[in-house]
């Protein structure tokens, strides 16, 4: 399970819709396993004009299996999608911003995938659905997880590995084994680590700066 952290501008949406298969990269090549299965919830989902209840089935081989209809039953009622003036006849497109987030959620869990790419996937989510989404990733072991979230405390309740995307860093990604706050600890270091290096490479040009300052004077004490 790993969280995609970095600097607004980095790339993180960027890679995780080449990921999905949405763009393509400008460069470089991705090779996907045979028969993965991937799921992708975008920042602002879109949707056909259709039901709660079709645009959960419209992933599924057979709409028509008993299995898909029960699981399409049980993401609405866990995430409240059957409550107050709507059910799941309710017209997709006629919801909040926040049901129409769940609505995207429980379409990519239908698809039961190998790789779930979340991209802030918090944004809109009332608390409840918010703690049964950490509850239910907590327990799939057969599921890959790859989120991209400002939001903290989900990243670490999530994950287990944590990847900087960040210029600043040598090889601009940094990989952390651990939750967000192995993170920090890890970053705090590093950046330090790389701030005392560079200033140790600046006294060295100071060095050589004064060196060649000093002209064919100094040429000559070199050769000496």
């Known amino acids: 399970r790993i969280g995609l952290v970095g600097p607004n501008g980095a790339g993180k949406s960027t890679l995780l819709k080449i990921m999905a298969r ?69 017209n997709v497109n006629k919801l909040s911003g926040g049901q129409q987030k769940k609505v995207a959620l429980a379409r990519e869990l239908m698809k039961e995938p190998d790789l779930l790419l979340l991209d802030e996937p918090t944004n809109h989510l009332d608390i ?15 599921l890959t997880l790859l989120t991209v979230t400002h939001d903290r405390l989900f990243l670490q309740n999530v994950s287990d590995i944590i990847l900087d995307l960040d210029p600043q860093y040598k090889d601009g990604l940094l990989r952390i084994e651990g939750g967000y706050s192995e993170y920090l600890e890890a970053r705090s270091l590093r950046l330090n680590s790389q701030l005392a290096e560079e200033a140790h490479r600046a006294n060295d040009l100071r060095r050589e700066m004064a060196w060649l300052m000093r002209g064919a004077r100094a040429r000559t004490t070199k050769a000496k």
Do not use: C, M
């Open 22 to 90: 949405r763009i393509e990269p400008d460069s470089g090549e991705f090779f996907f396993a045979k028969g993965i299965q991937i799921a992708y919830l975008p920042q602002i989902p879109q949707f056909q004009d259709e039901t709660i209840e079709n645009s959960l089935l419209s992933v599924s081989h057979d709409p028509n299996d008993p299995t898909q209809l029960a699981r399409a039953e049980e993401l609405i009622s866990r995430l409240g999608l059957n409550e107050g003036t709507f059910d799941r006849k309710s």
């Open 128 to 142: 409840e659905s918010l703690l049964w989404l950490e509850e239910y990733l907590e327990n799939q072991k057969s």
